[in-house]
């Protein structure tokens, strides 16, 4: 029989060569005939924790610190276990229990510093830091985690020097450039944030939200041929397609793809502005009443529309068609995409067809957003534009900068000419089953650089900042309200 001695060593190889399965199998084969093996129980947490099982982990590593309660490894494992099941407190009172029993663990401070970012805590988090780094001053994680806590305090020069010492003690700490960009965004140094951006992107190619942010430096610097150009396992729209996509017949195919729509309204509606909102039904089923109830508080003579996309066998909830109005409509159709990319390009499609349909100026607004103000004066902002686009101007990510949740048109030649290229550049990436940029966004931004850059077929105005909050901030300007990436995390 092997050794138990033996039989871990065996075991602790094959988890530090990372077949987890296998070192897993081995370790469980030593609790059965010695169940209160310490470091056993604790590396067996340790895979647990390595496998998202992070309560087993919890359960077991705990178990190892009974047994030996000067175990500091344990209470440090244990930590970053409990902060991913987000019991940060619990988490800090186990590193405080590491270098209780080991003051000189630089280890466990820097994990210390992570769990105060996650309360917020981010001086006390740099004071963490600071120790770990005293004691291990080559300590580039340290420096880099350091760099996020005074980006979080506004201290951007100082974050950015942080970076760099971390990049410098390890060139190939992917997490440290991206973060670098994005102080330097922030202070607006466009050039030197796009080089670390690129330089992110080549240690780590793969990574969307980094490419994403460059892109958006690019935009920044008027780079825009190489903000759309990426092409790292993204599919991008090369630039010579631009004009390609003003195809009456590409249009023409995206729409006949169509399955039919069919409008519900009490009565004709007049030739004021409409707000349209386009949901599945599980969105409008838990955000239409709110919506409508909240145009109407504030405007209750505005028509407003709703479009759903209903699958097989579902049907139109009762109470949404006891609302129908003068003032409220539903269409609907048959929706069943082989996966969900085609939702957003059948919003712009829908709102291209009603306005065709109609004659009438559509904003188009989520399904999650709440009007808060009276939309006079702003419909009169936009009555002699084509089309309003929301900008942010101090966005990191491209997708970003131009807000699709909030677009206004008028049944106008240019606002059809500039739809018709928004919704082909949508579908040029849908028909080819790539939905990992925010493909509504870079369509609005490709739109309005084409348009720019040829002769003004469309009068764009640009939307203020403040007719929309992406928060629960609601200041006096503030018109609508969105909850996006608040309640949609429920579903």
């Known amino acids: 029989m092997i050794k138990i001695s033996v039989k871990f060593q065996q075991a602790l190889s094959l988890h530090q060569q990372g077949h987890l399965g296998n070192a897993k199998a081995l370790y469980l084969e ?46 440090s494992n244990r930590g970053l276990a409990l902060q991913e099941l987000k019991r940060f407190e619990a988490a800090i009172a186990s590193y405080d229990q590491a270098i209780k029993v080991k003051p000189n663990y630089a280890k466990a401070y820097s994990n210390r ?43 951007l020069e100082a974050a950015i020097a942080s970076y760099d010492q971390a990049i410098k003690l390890k060139p190939d700490l992917v997490e440290a450039y991206p973060n670098r960009g994005l102080a330097l965004q922030e202070l607006e140094r466009f050039e030197a944030a796009n080089a670390s951006y690129e330089q992110c992107v080549l240690l780590e190619p793969t990574d969307i939200q980094d490419v994403r942010r ?19 396992g993204l599919n991008s729209l090369p630039e010579n ?22 409008i519900i309204q009490r009565t004709p509606l007049d030739l004021s502005p409409v707000i349209f909102f386009g949901a599945d039904l599980t969105y409008a089923d ?80 989520d399904m999650d957003s709440e009007v808060i103000k009276d939309l006079t004066s702003w419909f009169d902002q ?39 290229f928004t919704i082909n550049y949508i579908g040029y990436f849908e028909s080819r089953g790539n939905s990992k940029w925010f493909i509504d966004q870079m369509a609005l931004i490709a739109a309005d650089e084409w348009f720019k850059r040829n ?6 105005m640009s939307i203020p900042e403040t007719s929309l909050s992406a928060d629960q901030h609601i200041s006096p300007e503030t018109m609508v309200l969105t909850f996006k990436g608040i309640f949609k995390d429920q579903f």
């Open 30 to 75: 030593i609790l059965n005939s010695q169940p209160n093996h310490a470091e056993t129980l604790h590396l067996l947490g340790v895979i647990e924790h390595q496998t998202n099982h992070h309560q087993k982990a919890v359960e077991l590593i705990s178990r190892a610190i009974e047994l030996k309660p000067n175990f500091v490894q344990a209470y």
């Open 113 to 155: 510093g992570n769990a105060l970012q996650e309360l917020k805590q981010f001086e006390a988090a740099i004071a963490s830091y600071d120790q770990a780094i005293k004691l291990k001053p080559n300590f580039a994680e340290a420096y880099s985690n350091r760099g996020f806590a005074l980006r979080e305090l506004k201290q």
């Open 214 to 232: 460059q892109a958006g430096c690019l935009i920044k610097l008027g780079r825009w041929q190489e903000a759309f150009n990426w092409d790292i």
């Open 241 to 262: 397609l631009h004009d390609q996509l003003m195809s009456d017949t590409l249009l023409k195919g995206f729409l006949s793809s169509l399955p039919g729509i069919k």
């Open 286 to 365: 838990r955000f239409a009443k709110d919506a409508l109830d909240s145009i109407w508080r504030s405007n209750p003579k505005q028509a407003a529309h709703l479009h759903i996309m209903l699958q097989d066998g579902q049907e139109i909830p009762a109470d949404l068609k006891a609302q129908i109005s003068p003032l409220f409509s539903i269409s609907k159709e048959l929706y069943a995409p082989i996966d969900t990319s085609g939702y957003t390009a059948r919003r712009f499609m829908r709102l291209r067809q009603l306005l065709n349909h109609w004659k009438r100026p559509i904003l188009m607004l």
């Open 382 to 420: 936009f009555k002699d534009a084509d089309i309003g686009l929301y900008r942010r101007k101090n966005e990191t990510f491209i997708n970003q900068f131009i807000n699709a949740c909030m677009f206004y048109a008028r049944p106008t030649q240019g606002a059809f000419e500039f739809l018709k």
């Open 455 to 460: 002769k003004p077929l469309s009068q764009i």
